[in-house]
């Protein structure tokens, strides 16, 4: 019974590769969001999205791209990885514009050789 | 741009006593200030928030006060033990935003028993 659930749990890749995170959440929230957990465990806001707009954090390169088939589920999509994208997604969900609690999946730790 | 503070980066303190987390946030119109719970390997958990309109908000050991003036907030917990120990997130709502969130770089706290 899991609110917000994420697939792989561990993903291991080589340099150049293309690759997908899918995030799934059944709480009803509108909002989802992507964060990059990096080595030092700063976590940093990639996208917010409902089905109104995506919201992009402009550091984020844009080899990195989400994409909601529908409200419950905001999927990562990654082309020509690379080393330093080596890190832990975290996929958030959040309700309706005022409720900003936001509830995490339980990660995605991503190593690229 | 929008920042968040956090100090101490790391805290070590004797079960039983007291820890405090400070966070500073630079965004005047910030106005929802959650703060998580990350266990190692674990996904970010929200532990405590408070919103702009309340100066203080307890529950049981743990408390969170909140400065809007001088844009300062911060974590207590009373009566530390050992289960506490944990990396600490506070965070702040980023103006204009869905719901996005900012995040302070983390306290690792250890509760020696």
């Known amino acids: 019974d899991t609110a917000v659930s994420q697939t792989p749990k561990y993903l291991v890749t080589q340099m150049g590769n293309d690759k997908s995170i899918k995030c799934e959440q059944n709480l009803g929230h509108d909002t989802m969001y992507w964060y990059k957990q990096d080595s030092k465990k700063f976590l940093k806001i990639m996208f917010s999205?409902?089905?109104?707009?995506?919201?992009i954090n402009e550091t984020v390169p844009n080899r990195f791209s989400p994409k909601s088939p529908d409200k419950a589920h905001l999927n990562l999509h990654i082309n020509s990885l690379e080393l330093g994208d080596s890190a832990v997604y975290f996929c958030?969900?959040?309700?309706?514009?005022?409720?900003?609690?936001?509830?995490f999946g339980p990660g995605t730790r991503l190593t690229v050789t | 741009g929008e920042n968040v503070e956090q100090h101490p980066s790391t805290l070590s303190v004797q079960e039983g006593d007291s820890a405090v987390i400070k966070c500073t946030y630079s965004d005047s119109a910030s106005n929802y200030f959650p703060w998580y719970k990350q266990e190692l390997g674990k996904r970010p958990q929200l532990i405590i928030d408070?919103?702009?309109?309340?100066g203080e908000k307890k529950d049981q050991r743990i408390a969170v006060t909140l400065n809007k003036t001088a844009k300062h907030f911060s974590l207590h917990i009373t009566e530390t033990q050992p289960e506490d120990s944990a990396v600490y997130f506070c965070a702040a709502s980023i103006r204009g935003s869905q719901g996005n969130l900012i995040f302070g770089k983390g306290t690792k706290l250890s509760v020696k028993p």
């Open positions: 408070i919103r702009s309109n309340v």
């Open positions: 958030a969900s959040s309700g309706s514009s005022g409720a900003y609690e936001q509830y």
């Open positions: 999205y409902n089905n109104k707009e995506l919201i």
